[in-house]
């Protein structure tokens, strides 16, 4: 079992930044990937950025330049750093860890980052 809180999520105008955090705590030492997802009203849940236990990262096309992934220091916390925020950019955020060898995929509660024009 792995519990995902996340943190740092509000109200920007366009062009700003946020910074999302994300602590893991559980069986931290299973995560193969953490991640970040983000939902708006009436669309399906997208990837935004992973980074794996490894160090890899993946970027959604659309925030690519713009936002960064990285962990902490203990690996068991994940965070987003979200630059040149665009109104599109308004969503509720997940952060997502994926564990073990069945790649199980855990969720935190979502918090919404809402970009105003």
């Known amino acids: 079992q792995v519990q995902l809180v996340e943190s740092g999520g509000g109200l920007v105008q366009a062009g700003g930044s946020l910074r999302l955090s994300c602590a893991a705590s559980?069986?931290?030492?299973?995560?193969?990937?953490m991640g970040w997802y983000r939902q708006a009203p009436g669309k399906r849940r997208e990837l935004v950025a992973a980074i794996t236990s490894g160090g890899t990262t993946t970027y959604a096309d659309f925030v690519k330049g713009r936002f960064t992934i990285s962990r902490g220091n203990a690996k068991n916390t994940v965070y987003l750093q979200m630059n040149s925020l665009k109104p599109e950019d308004t969503a509720v955020y997940y952060c997502?860890?994926?564990?073990?060898?069945?790649?199980?995929?855990?969720w935190g509660q979502g918090t919404q980052v809402t970009v105003s024009s």
């Open positions: 559980g069986s931290i030492f299973r995560i193969n990937a």
């Open positions: 997502n860890a994926e564990v073990g060898v069945l790649a199980r995929d855990y």
